[in-house]
């Protein structure tokens, strides 16, 4: 535990360190996402419907931690640029349902040298990283229920 009475340097800070290491992680993937002409958040929405292809934009927001309104546009260039498809639910028009079209499955395939640039550049085991991102999403979840649980003003 950090001493009360000292001020904490940057590198003392868990949330400068991670926002150092997401920067990282950005300037890793640039070129790579640059060549496969999607952005860092297309890719995001593509590995959410690799997991579950055919969601409601709502779905994917809520799974990437984002507003439906900040998903919306993101989806509609790739829509666009013949990544996704999508329609209105039938079941209830309020929704649209957003699915892969053939290049969008294709780009997995494509997209793979980021998981190896990013276990090739950390120079740590694939069991530690795999602690390491488990350890990080259990923080993230932690700190996701205290902002839930306070009160709003």
């Not at 535990?1 to 400068?16: A, E, I, K, Y």
């Not at 666009?80 to 028009?93: F, K, Q, T, V, W």
Request: hydrophobic share 40%; charged share 20%.
């Amino acid at each position: 535990m950090p001493n009360p009475g000292r001020t904490l340097t940057l590198d003392d800070q868990l949330c400068f360190s991670l926002y150092g290491a997401s920067l990282a992680i950005n300037r890793a993937y640039k070129p790579l996402l640059d060549a496969l002409e999607i952005t860092y958040p297309q890719y995001l929405v593509l590995s959410a419907l690799w997991e579950v292809d055919g969601q409601s934009v709502g779905a994917i927001a809520e799974r990437l931690g984002l507003d439906s309104s900040n998903v919306t546009p993101l989806i509609k260039r790739m829509e666009a640029a013949g990544l996704l498809s999508r329609e209105r639910n039938p079941a209830d028009e309020r929704q649209v349902v957003v699915s892969l079209t053939d290049q969008g499955r294709d780009m997995q395939a494509r997209s793979a040298c980021l998981g190896q640039t990013l276990f090739a550049s950390a120079g740590l085991g694939v069991d530690k990283l795999v602690q390491l991102n488990k350890d990080v999403q259990t923080f993230r979840d932690s700190v996701a229920r205290f902002v839930a649980a306070r009160p709003q003003h």
